[in-house]
């Protein structure tokens, strides 16, 4: 029987771990059939067990949806039913296979369908591909896969793999299922040797030496990823040498690239300013940084106690990437107003005795009383006074909330002290970091990299966090400037902040008149 008539049906399986063994348990199962209707079921877990928290975030099946959840020999009884005399397609069976087994052995049953493995044929058919991973592989055919979270989605993307592959056996004369058994018992898999990617090497090779924004394309023309360079030809490059330690995710995505589309800019700095615009408007699924999501900039009260996502008169300092970003040194504030120390000020567990020890040693190696740090904004401007005394203000200020530093079972009260002295600092460089951003959000830059003729000067007009060079000389009133502005302005105006201290960090010169 040919393999484009065979009756089959394509099949995924969710588990709670990766072995059955280990107390894994199905927790979803979905099919599709060859004619791409899709069915899928979530499966009562055994002892009413609760999904382990790792899972659901993997999955996107969260406890409160197993309500759902049907019996698994209910569920197993319809399959059978509805595929009789079928067989089974699944993408990297030797997952499966122990759960089905397992499952089956219960009821003192084989599994009972015959078992094909797209993985097995695409080790053989393509061995230089970077990844034959499902989402990756899909990619490869022209499937749009997305994320691939729910077991349904992976059926889907099994279909279409399938359906890849048959026209690379076709091509190799292999049509019938008898023929392809054959082909898989004498084929070895073959070891990898040098990757083969499906972008074309000439696209790359002719690739401009110039600062830009490249953009990696799919077959379905969705842009999965969105970088900058100075060189667009060396960075681009890059992505395709070496063989050994690479990243199993840049893999999977250069497994789905068949074409560039990228913009030459007269510097990297320019670039940059796009890099972060263009990843606010496709939202490519292979970029990580700079994406907008769920992310809003914030604004405090002046007493540092309370947050709003729109500056205004009462929420005027700011903006901030993160509400946690002074979180440590406002649970300190707490601590002391409450009279009482807690063992998780820092996010990491010390011992509420140590810490207030540690207050302490703090103290008195400034020479400051307690009584200062009840309110926030006096521990701010102890940082701010640290900073501009140290010069730390071109370093790079840490948002986001605080860093969890290494565990260390032998801490002391001089350690907390440091930690305290940290946390102020660091707060202090974050503050300094927003008026930084506010100044530039209207402004006249002017800048010259070191290595670049004085006669190709840049200039740079921002004006309400754009880049306008048409910008006219009105005067910017001084009051709310980020009121109505979101996490793209933010992002745009700390790439341009971050862009100018490299410029200057290299010997260039920056010349930056505020509006």
């Not at 087994?101 to 009821?107: D, G, I, K, N, V």
């Not at 018992?185 to 401009?208: D, F, H, I, N």
Request: charge should be negative; proline fraction near 4%; include cysteine.
């Amino acid at each position: 029987m040919k393999l484009t008539e065979m009756p089959l049906f394509f099949f995924d399986l969710q588990t709670t771990g990766a072995k059955p063994e280990s107390g894994a348990a199905i927790l979803e199962m979905a099919w599709t059939s060859s004619t791409g209707c899709t069915e899928a079921s979530l499966i009562k877990l055994p002892n009413e067990e609760k999904i382990p928290y790792r899972i659901q975030m993997i999955t996107g099946i969260f406890n409160d949806d197993m309500i759902a959840a049907n019996a698994a020999d209910a569920v197993f009884r319809s399959l059978e039913e509805k595929f009789a005399n079928h067989r089974c397609v699944i993408h990297f069976a030797q997952f499966e296979k122990p759960f089905l087994a397992h499952q089956y052995s219960q009821w003192q049953k084989e599994f009972p369908f015959e078992i094909l493995c797209t993985h097995e044929i695409a080790k053989r058919l393509f061995p230089n591909l970077p990844t034959r991973g499902i989402k990756g592989l899909a990619g490869y055919f022209g499937y749009p896969s997305q994320d691939l979270k729910r077991a349904a989605q992976q059926t889907a993307a099994t279909k279409a793999i399938w359906e890849g592959l048959i026209a690379e056996l076709f091509k190799q004369g292999i049509e019938t299922w008898d023929q392809l058994q054959e082909w898989l018992q004498v084929t070895p898999k073959a070891k990898k040797t040098k990757y083969e990617y499906p972008l074309e090497k000439e696209k790359r090779l002719k690739l401009p030496d110039q600062p830009g924004v490249y953009r990696m394309i799919s077959k379905w023309d969705e842009i999965l990823y969105v970088g900058k360079a100075t060189s667009l030809k060396d960075r681009v490059n890059s992505y395709f040498r070496g063989q050994k330690n690479r990243d199993s995710r840049k893999l999977e995505m250069l497994t789905q690239v068949y074409d560039l589309r990228v913009t030459v800019c007269g510097s990297p700095l320019e670039a940059a300013l796009l890099e972060t615009d263009e990843i606010k408007k496709w939202d490519p699924r292979y970029n990580i940084s700079l994406k907008a999501g769920h992310r809003s900039v914030v604004f405090f009260n002046h007493e540092m106690t309370d947050i709003d996502y729109e500056q205004s008169a009462e929420f005027p300092l700011g903006p901030f990437s993160s509400s946690l970003v002074f979180d440590s040194i406002r649970n300190l504030r707490e601590c002391l107003v409450a009279g009482k120390f807690h063992d998780n000020i820092f996010y990491e567990p010390i011992d509420a005795s140590l810490v207030e020890e540690g207050f302490k040693v703090f103290c008195e190696r400034n020479e400051l009383v307690a009584e200062t740090f009840k309110s926030v904004r006096n521990m701010l401007a102890l940082g701010l006074w640290w900073n501009r005394q140290y010069d730390l203000l071109d370093e790079e200020a840490s948002e986001g909330g605080d860093e969890v530093e290494e565990a260390n079972d032998d801490v002391t009260a001089t350690d907390i002290a440091d930690k305290i002295e940290r946390h102020i600092m660091r707060a202090g460089r974050t503050y300094l970091r927003a008026k930084e951003l506010t100044k530039i959000l209207n402004a006249d830059i002017s800048y010259l990299p070191a290595d670049a003729d004085i006669e190709n000067r840049y200039q740079l007009k921002v004006r309400g966090g754009n880049i306008n060079n048409e910008a006219d000389e009105k005067r910017i009133p001084k009051v709310s400037l980020w009121k109505g502005l979101t996490i793209d302005t933010y992002d745009r105006m700390s790439v341009l902040l971050m862009e100018l201290g490299k410029v200057r960090t290299q010997d260039g010169h920056v010349e930056i008149q505020f509006r």
